[in-house]
């Protein structure tokens, strides 16, 4: 079944504990990128990747690290997490980005629930 | 800082009705345009993508787009208390990045 998955779902953690979040997914997409979601603010793009090895900035990218060594995964890591980065996140693939078209409809993991102390 | 804005509703609509969703954006270079679906605490389904102005047609849903306006479109025909969720539109800035309405809170009513 083709999908994007992400690990864990839900998580609790304290203030400077860092953390990563993983993402995979099976459809060979080059493009993945991650969201958080907050009430009131919609989803707001963190990082992207256009391929291995290549990663870009988003909207709000403070806080986050991330990395593309496989094409497959595309981990974000908090290395300090602090409150305001208690969210839901989603990671998203699609098979390519440069031009328009059916190959940009972006497919969203089913999200992590993220609580920091 | 490029935006996409929608009306967060709640819009009401009975079932069998037409529910209409708007939103508009900023990036006049914008070329792709994405509708999702997203019931509470789950991930965003894609409903709809459009590229090119008019209408285009899946099933009970039409998406419609106006470049020159600024605007595109969610049409639901004979909606059903099943289509009560959130509508988020997307709209593609430059090659790689994506901005996202906060969404507008549809129920369609039995």
């Known amino acids: 079944e083709a999908q994007v998955t992400q690990n864990p779902r839900y998580l609790i953690t304290v203030t400077g504990k860092k953390l990563t979040v993983t993402c995979s997914q099976n459809?060979?997409?080059?493009?993945m990128s991650w969201y958080r979601q907050d009430p009131g603010l919609g989803l707001r793009q963190i990082y992207y990747s256009m391929n291995v090895e290549v990663t870009d900035k988003g909207d709000v990218p403070e806080g986050y690290k991330v990395s593309r060594k496989e094409k497959r995964n595309f981990p974000l890591i908090l290395e300090s997490p602090s409150p305001n980065q208690t969210s839901l996140y989603f990671c998203?693939?699609?098979?390519?980005?440069?031009?328009?078209?059916?190959?940009?409809?972006?497919?969203f993991g089913p999200g992590t629930r993220l609580t920091v102390l | 800082q490029k935006e996409v804005e929608q009306n967060s509703g709640p819009l009401s609509v009975p079932e069998g009705a037409i529910a209409s969703l708007n939103c508009t954006y900023s990036d006049r270079v914008s070329q792709s345009f994405f509708w999702y679906r997203q019931y509470s605490g789950k991930s965003p389904e894609l409903i709809m993508s459009i590229y090119s102005n008019g209408d285009k047609e899946d099933g009970r849903f039409t998406a419609q787009l106006n470049k020159a306006s600024q605007y595109v479109s969610l049409l639901i025909r004979d909606s059903q208390p099943s289509d009560s969720a959130t509508y988020l539109c997307?709209?593609?800035?430059?090659?790689?990045?994506?901005?996202f309405g906060t969404g507008t809170r549809l129920k369609v009513l039995a």
């Open positions: 459809m060979n997409h080059e493009y």
């Open positions: 997307a709209v593609k800035e430059g090659t790689y990045k994506y901005i």
């Open positions: 998203a693939s699609s098979l390519s980005q440069p031009t328009s078209g059916a190959t940009d409809t972006q497919y």
